[in-house]
């Protein structure tokens, strides 16, 4: 499907655990995100597109690349919304980040040592009991595929691609995706 609208599949591997969903209700405290028809743990198309978006928003300087930035992912902030909706969507159709084939699976574990500094205010001292949290992740050495459509065949298609193309390894490695990725978590590598 991809090819016939000249899309791009993009395939990575996990470099580190990757999470997702822990905002969701859970059994086991922290939440996990399932694909409610594949049944297997994804990354939303919103999520990519927001992490890539972030991404490369903080490494924009000149106006030719912020015009591109607002065709590929629509305006870039509220109160450009504000004044027009017609410029709201991007040119690019970000699909769900999918595994390959079902993924290995693994159990983490954090333990915040100081909860009670955390929740109730107090002073944290070494008589607080540290909480074990068990929760999912994805283990390394995993392979996904992330998706890029355009919207339409339009003169910069391929130059939008190979921009975003362009910058995907330094967003899998060091901003990452997913949740928990400021301890690490989510960094992947193009394969």
């Keep these: 499907m991809s090819e016939q609208r000249n899309g791009r599949i993009i ?3 996990t470099l580190t655990p990757f999470i ?3 905002g969701l209700p859970h059994p086991i405290e922290v939440g996990f995100l399932w694909h409610y028809t594949l049944g297997v743990p994804f990354l939303p198309g919103s999520s990519l597109k927001g992490a890539i978006r ?3 928003i903080d490494l924009m300087d000149d106006d030719n690349e912020k015009k591109q930035i607002k065709r590929i992912f629509g305006s870039l902030s509220k109160e ?26 693994k159990g983490e574990i954090i333990t915040p040592h100081y909860s009670q ?6 002073a944290p001292g070494d008589w607080m009991k ?3 949290i068990p929760f999912l992740a994805v283990d390394v050495e995993q392979e996904f595929q992330i998706v890029l459509l355009p919207k339409r065949n339009y ?3 391929d130059e939008d691609l190979n921009f975003i ?22 960094r992947f590598k193009v394969i």
């Design 155 to 157: 003169t910069e298609m």
């Design 54 to 56: 972030d991404y490369i």
């Design 80 to 105: 450009e919304n504000q004044k027009t909706l017609s410029n709201e969507v991007g040119s690019m159709i970000f699909l769900d980040m999918l595994p390959t084939k079902f993924p290995r699976l």
């Design 11 to 13: 395939y990575v591997r």
């Design 117 to 122: 500094y955390y929740l109730e205010k107090e």
């Design 165 to 186: 193309n362009s910058l995907l390894p330094g967003i899998l490695k060091i901003h990452g995706l997913g949740a928990k990725t400021a301890l690490g978590y989510g």
């Design 130 to 132: 540290p909480i074990p």
């Design 20 to 22: 997702t969903g822990v």
